[in-house]
Every structure is written in C-alpha cells, then in structure tokens.
C-alpha cells in the first residue's frame, strides 16, 4: 500500500488566498483525521471523520476552515481566506476504526506558508 | 482537559550514550498512551502503544513504560540513526477515544 497520500508537498500563497489541501487515506480504512503542526502548539486535531462523515471539528480554529470528504478515497481542507498565521504542516492520518491499538497512519504532510 | 508534557526538549547524545526521554500527562481516564518517531519533512510514525501501570514494550534500541503519571522512552546504545522528534501522545477513554492529545517532542540527535 502507498500509505496516506497527501497533496501538494508544500505550498506557498498569499494572505487572503484560498488554498485547499488534498489527502487519500490507505484503502480500506474508514476513519481519517486532519492535524496542524506548529512549534508553539505541536500536533492539534482539526477534524475527525468516521466513514465520510464529520464527527467532530471542534478543532477547526474558525470558520475560514472547512473540511470535506466526498468519498471513502478522497478528504479534502480549504482555508479561505488564508493569513499568516495559518502557516503550519498539516498532516492527514487514518486508520481503522477510530483510534486503534496502531494508532493513525499518517501521511508526509502539506506545508503551508502564507506570506 | 488532557495535557502532556515532554522533556527534554532536545538531547544531543554521543553514539552508544544511553539515555531516557520523559512524558508526563494529564488525562481524566488513559485508554492509551503512545509513541510515534518523526523524521525531518515527514508525518510521525507509530512505534508503540502502552495501555496500564507496569506495562514495557521493546523496539530494536528502545524500550518504553508507563507509570500512572508518565513514561519513559529508553534509548540503550543510540545510533545516528535513531536521530529524530520523538513525540508522545495520549488517548483518553470517554466518548472522545478517537482523539490522540499529543506533546511537543523531544529532539534527539546522536552523534557519531
């Protein structure tokens, strides 16, 4: 298996952009997690999502996030519009149902800088 | 709400110096509590989970436990390639069990 895919590797936009960031989880698993990166705060869960469907995103810091995942395949995070201090790694992670004893698999990540 | 704490932040250590990074939690209930290594521009990857007092689970040059309040990541005899963040993380039990609340590393470096 490829592992968790995510797209683009890194990117760099404009404050006010949208920027929308991809991820394919590993086929078969149902549960796919989007986290953000940052040195003061580490690892933060943004959103959960349990067979396509959101069950939690009490992470997302404001309503310039949103999340979507149209199919078992396929999860995408757009930010519009985007600010400085959204710059940051985010990572997408899955894994079978829920938080098993091998926790998520994560993928490389998306680094993104807002200038 | 569910906190860990890492320390030390970074350790640089000489090729063979065995050593031990620290996590300290705050949960209300632990269902879990695990240990991923992250490399340079990479996603972390899961190297174990520990799930009660008492309990130890070895990997090649590590080996981690857990006490009710922390665990221990012990690195016997480091090589350069075991050089990256080690990050620690809690699961707690409760309706919110999907959730792993992670610390902020510790940066190993193991000189040859």
């Known amino acids: 298996d490829a592992g968790v895919i995510q797209s683009p590797r890194h990117e760099v936009t404009e404050m006010g952009q949208e920027v929308t960031l991809r991820c394919k989880p590993i086929s078969g698993h149902n549960s796919l997690f989007w986290y953000r990166q940052t040195m003061m705060r580490g690892l933060e869960l943004l959103i959960y999502?349990?067979?396509?469907?959101?069950?939690?995103d009490s992470g997302m810091p404001e309503d310039r996030f949103s999340a979507k995942m149209p199919n078992a395949s396929f999860s995408t995070l757009k930010i519009q519009p985007s600010e400085p201090r959204d710059s940051a790694v985010y990572f997408c992670a899955s894994s079978l149902a829920g938080l098993g004893n091998y926790g998520y698999t994560f993928g490389s990540g998306t680094r993104l800088t807002v200038v | 709400e569910d906190q860990v704490t890492q320390s030390p932040e970074a350790l640089r250590l000489q090729e063979g110096e065995s050593s031990s990074l620290n996590c300290s939690y705050t949960v209300s209930g632990l269902r879990g509590l695990f240990w991923y290594r992250q490399d340079p521009g990479k996603g972390p990857e899961f190297l174990f989970t520990l799930y009660s007092a008492g309990e130890e689970k070895e990997k090649e040059r590590l080996k981690a436990t857990l006490t009710k309040k922390e665990s221990f990541l012990h690195i016997t005899a480091p090589k350069p390639e075991d050089s990256a963040t080690y990050l620690c993380a809690v699961q707690a039990s409760g309706g919110s069990n999907y959730k792993l609340t992670f610390g902020k590393g510790t940066l190993l470096t193991v000189n040859p």
């Open positions: 999502f349990n067979n396509n469907v959101p069950i939690d």
